[in-house]
Every structure is written in C-alpha cells, then in structure tokens.
C-alpha cells in the first residue's frame, strides 16, 4: 500500500514536470530543478526568460475544492522561497535581474489535460536582504 506522502511526492513531481513543460513552450530556459539551497530550502525550478532570472514555485492539487493552489504561498512560504532565492543569488556573486512565479498546475497524473496557470512576478523578497554586489 503507497502511503500518502508517497502520492503526494508523485503528484507534486508530476506537477513540476507539467510546469517545465509549459515554461520550456514559452521559451523559459530550465536552469535547475529541484535545487536544494539548504537543508531546509529548495527552489522547485529556477529558470532564465531572456536577460531575468525565475525562481518558480509549482503548486499542484487534484482540484480546487479547497481554493486555488497559489493560496498555499503565504507569508511563511514567501518568505522560505526569498531566504533560498537570496542564497542562490548569493552564490552567483553577479548581479542579476530576477522575479518569483508560481505555476499552478491541478488535475492527476493519468487524468485529463491539467489546468496549469502561470502566474508571473507573483510576490517579492519578502524582507531585505544584502546581495554581494
């Protein structure tokens, strides 16, 4: 019997697939999936559109039932999401124009085409932070 942290990874990593897709269909250039800043921190994507840098969250639910998955990137989620940003910025040591997106993805694996919003510029570093440059 799959436990349900297990078919919630699958369907997240499924989600996140769906997302590349989309972005990679605009023109994003993937950079890193799933890079992991910390112990802690992750970035689920961060991609390159043009000259600006993306760090992209992707939420992904089976359905709206309960709201719309960007409603899960609150205050608390912002701000991990600007502390593993700033700590990848950190380690570029150029300066560089960037912005957080988050892709909605809902629907299953197996199911019907997903319903996937992407949702540009959809918050900023949430504190200041010092930058190398």
Known sequence: ???IFTFH???GLWGEREA???LKKKGYAILSRRFRVS?????DLVARQGEILVF???KTRQSESYGRPIAA??????HVLSRAAVRYLQR???PVTFRFDVVEVVGAKGG????IRHVENAFSLDRCYVLPW
């Open 20 to 22: 590349e897709r989309l």
């Open 73 to 78: 990137v609150d205050k608390r989620k912002r």
């Open 56 to 58: 992209v969250e992707v």
């Open 9 to 11: 990874l699958a369907t």
């Open 112 to 115: 019907g085409p997903p319903v």
């Open 92 to 94: 570029l040591k150029v």
């Open 1 to 3: 019997m799959t436990s």
């Open 39 to 43: 112990a802690r921190d992750e970035l």
